[in-house]
């Protein structure tokens, strides 16, 4: 039985309950069109304190601060420089989180200590409406337990931290299904920090030239603090092949005795537990947290996914893929 309440996010009196929750120093779970967010007030440092606690995440990994619209950004940025006001205008409300100047207003604890922030107007209508409702910028990382997959759904949130969260708001299955785009505006070029929802040819398209941060770099960290910590890892082994090399490395697993699942975009046939995403980089992603998650309660021990071309979404699938594969 589920110990933390959930409710429709357009359910009447949901999105108030919420707001009264934060108002009240507590944790609300909230969609976005990416992923969950586990929100708390950005203003105060003790309800802030509580994600950190109940994500079991590591301090020096800083939240995302999100605002309803431009005014609310400027109001914890403490600049906002011409190109951050150009991307803004393109692509707010959207999957696009801008690190800026840290404001004045903004607790040490969100930003880690740094003198950065990282802002984003989520595009969902019920994030939407609770930032107006509370009246506050939301602090909010992805709503999964550290290291866990991105929760996309409202039974991944309750799954991870029931009992930890004072109310869930669900609105379903996330239309995105991959974390925001971050990108570095503290700089003369932009420099992409994070794939995600917002993509690099639509980034440059707006922006001109953007840099890509070089993770092999071992400054790379104090640029993107997140890169220090594990990431999007199902709990079974990921095993990343090219297209058409997915049955070959199932049967392999399965011959060393191993419960093995093969995520594919074409029809196989294959003794192994096969899941076919969409063919489409954003049906693929949409699908993606959820199958991971469904294989680990199924208690699979090797998850092997073929491969997809990195432009486009794909670019931000393959990175998420990378990752699980490292895990
Ligand atoms: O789509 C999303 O971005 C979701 C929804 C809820 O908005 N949020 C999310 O938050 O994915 P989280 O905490 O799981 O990932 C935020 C990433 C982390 O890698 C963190 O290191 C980075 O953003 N970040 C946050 N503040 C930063 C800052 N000031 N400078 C550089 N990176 C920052
Ligand atoms: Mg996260």
New binding site residues.
Partial sequence: MAITPVMGGHEPGAVERAAALLRAGQLVAFP?E????LGANAFDAAAVAKIFEAKERPPD????V?VADIAGARAVAAAFPPLAERAAAALWPG?L?M?LPRGPKVPDIV?AG?P???V?V?AHPVAWVLLRVFGRPIA???ANLSGRP?PTQASHVLADLDGRVALILDSGPTSVGL??T?V?MTRPRPLL??R?GVTIERLRQVLGPVDVLDEQDPKAVL????LRHRHYAPKAMVELVAEGEGEAAAARAIAAGQKVALIVRRTVSSPALVRKLANTPEGFARALFTTLRELDELDVERIVIESLPETGLGAAIMDRLRRAAQG
């Fill in positions: 976005t990416t992923v969950y967010g990994n800083p939240l995302i999100h999957s989180t690190v930003a740094g950065t922030v990282a984003r989520p909010a990382p992805s991105s974390e925001s971050v570095d920090l994070r995600g640029r993107s603090p997140g």
